[in-house]
């Protein structure tokens, strides 16, 4: 099942009770997410969630989560006939998972013993801990690389120890290999690494959440487009019943007619065309269509105008959403600042997790201002891009007889605040 419409979605299959996967538009998303795909335990619990990624900025290309046997959490429909299923409050359930892991292609920049490989943040199911895995890249002509291992308490439990006890909690154990002739990291090298994964362990669990949220209302979506496309169809049988007396030829000009169609409906002029007064003659054909000056002029304008627009408008949502992170964040910090100056005393734990809640929205507004360059130098791109094709398609070529008239000059790209 194709649709382009829904958040950049190319393909949808569905083998229910086995798997469902998502294939997206890459360049088209900010995230280059290429591929979802859920797999399933027996009875339509979600099992694993594989995530592909092309031409990342960080060169993340793959990410996994996988979740616990249970018989109460993340149900989807039991209806087998259903391919979305029937309640989309069965997806959006956050429910977090025993392991999640991220993959990254080698920097040539860094060494092999210090560019990162994967990350293994695991969950132990009885909920007393878990273990924090970081693995380097291989060096050239080697079976072996260098890799690191925390464990971490339960939550809580290590502060709850260090309070009662009055002192520092006691140092996890960790597994550290390296390669021969590496310098071991310090005491303090291992406790600063110990802070970034337990952060960055966080930050994996909320795009896994997001990612989640997301194609819960992409399933959204197609299930009522479904509902409201839903029709009669007619079996095999009673088709050929229906035309006893159609013959080879007429059937393949049929054939050959709705080729035509399906090719029209996917031209990327065809919603501008169809709005043109055609004359009576015009068999239905937008890529074989041939326009007069006005209505070449007209095509192309209102397909740069609507391409302009909708920079524009994505451009303005990327900037209010940094504006509502921004505004966010220093309404917390205000609120904390006043908080310990009416105590007068050391907040203690509201500190360290006021620090953890900085680095999280440090991150996304780095994120989002990152995102919002990228789309402002992108813009121009896909502008000149869009006028460039218009100028070499044929139908337009009314424009550009007798003369060479060069495209249109592209658009500002979205002014930030």
């Known amino acids: 099942m194709r649709d382009a419409a829904v958040e950049g979605l190319r393909l949808f299959t569905h083998e229910p009770g086995v798997e469902r ?41 793959y990410r996994s989560a996988s979740f616990e046997r ?10 087998r006939s259903s391919i979305f299923g029937e309640r989309s409050a069965d997806e959006a359930q956050r429910v977090e998972p025993l392991r999640v892991s991220e993959k990254y292609h080698r920097n040539e920049a860094l060494p092999p013993d210090e560019d990162v490989a994967k990350y293994t943040f695991v969950r132990f199911a009885n909920g007393s801990g878990g273990e924090m895995w970081v693995y380097f ?50 005491e303090l090298e291992q406790y600063n690494e110990r802070k970034r994964l337990a952060w960055w362990e966080s930050v994996c669990l909320g795009k ?34 229906n035309r006893p007396h159609e013959t080879e030829e007429d059937r393949a000009r049929k054939l050959a007619e709705e080729a035509s169609r399906e090719a029209s409906r996917k031209d990327y002029l065809a919603p501008y065309i169809a709005k043109l007064e055609l004359p009576g003659s015009f068999d239905g054909d937008y890529m074989h269509v041939t326009l007069t000056l006005e209505q070449a002029r007209q095509v192309r304008d209102e397909a740069l105008r609507e391409l302009k627009e909708r920079l524009i408008q994505r451009g303005h949502i990327m900037q209010s959403q940094m504006d509502a992170e921004k505004k966010d964040f220093n309404e917390r910090q205000a609120a904390y600042q006043n908080q310990l100056d009416a105590a007068g005393l050391d907040a203690g734990r509201d500190e360290e997790e006021f620090a953890k ?46 003369q060479q008239q060069p495209p249109p000059p592209p658009p500002p790209p979205p002014p930030p605040s």
């Open 357 to 402: 809640y900085c680095k999280e929205a440090t991150w996304r507004m780095k994120t989002l201002d990152e995102r919002l360059s990228k789309h402002i130098d992108q813009s121009s791109e896909k502008y000149a891009k869009l006028a460039q094709r218009l100028a070499e398609d044929p139908r337009l070529a009314a424009l550009y007889k007798g």
């Open 70 to 79: 249970s018989s109460g959490v993340l149900r989807v429909s039991r209806n």
């Open 21 to 61: 996967t998502m294939t997206f538009y890459w360049d088209a998303r900010d995230d280059g997410l290429w591929r979802r795909q859920e797999l399933f335990y027996e009875g339509c619990m979600l099992r694993k969630v594989k995530e592909f990624y092309r031409e990342r900025d960080d060169r993340l290309w």
């Open 208 to 241: 896994v959440r997001g990612t989640m949220t997301e194609c819960s209302g992409i399933l959204a979506s197609m299930r009522e487009a479904r509902g409201q496309a839903a029709r009669g169809v007619l079996s095999v049988f009673d088709t050929l019943r």
């Open 137 to 186: 890249h291989y060096r050239p002509g080697s079976v072996i690389r260098p890799y690191r291992m925390y464990t971490k308490a339960a939550r809580g439990e290590e502060y709850l120890a260090s309070t009662i006890a009055g002192n520092a909690p006691a140092a996890l154990p960790c597994t550290i290999v390296l390669m021969p002739n590496a310098e071991e990291p310090s």
